[in-house]
């Protein structure tokens, strides 16, 4: 099992930056992407940005130039810098990854990040 915790949500203004991490515990050894994810209310849950246990990057294109996603592997650890927030950015984001032995995939309990006008 692999255990996924966010962290580092809240509410800022439009214009400003916010970093959430997310901490991973457990079975960690072949995980070799981590994602972020976000689902606004009422809509279905979207890809944010993924990061390889090498470090190659991939960012959806509402994000592209505003969102940096960078992982520490000596701590199991992955950050979505978040900059020039939007109000359309507010959603609960969700850290993940997936375990291509077991076949399995985990999900963090999210973290609200709200961005007022």
């Known amino acids: 099992q692999v255990q996924l915790v966010e962290s580092g949500g809240g509410l800022v203004q439009a214009g400003g930056s916010l970093r959430v991490s997310c901490a991973a515990s457990?079975?960690?050894?072949?995980?070799?992407?981590m994602d972020w994810y976000r689902q606004a209310p009422g809509k279905q849950r979207e890809l944010v940005a993924i990061?390889?246990?090498?470090?190659?990057?991939n960012y959806a294109d509402s994000v592209k130039g505003r969102f940096t996603i960078s992982r520490d592997n000596a701590k199991n650890t992955v950050y979505l810098q978040m900059n020039s927030l939007k109000p359309e950015d507010t959603a609960v984001y969700y850290c993940?990854?997936?375990?291509?032995?077991?076949?399995?995939?985990?999900w963090g309990q999210g973290t609200q990040v709200t961005v007022s006008s």
């Open positions: 993940h990854t997936e375990d291509p032995v077991l076949q399995k995939t985990y």
């Open positions: 990061i390889t246990r090498g470090g190659s990057t």
């Open positions: 457990g079975r960690i050894f072949f995980i070799n992407t």
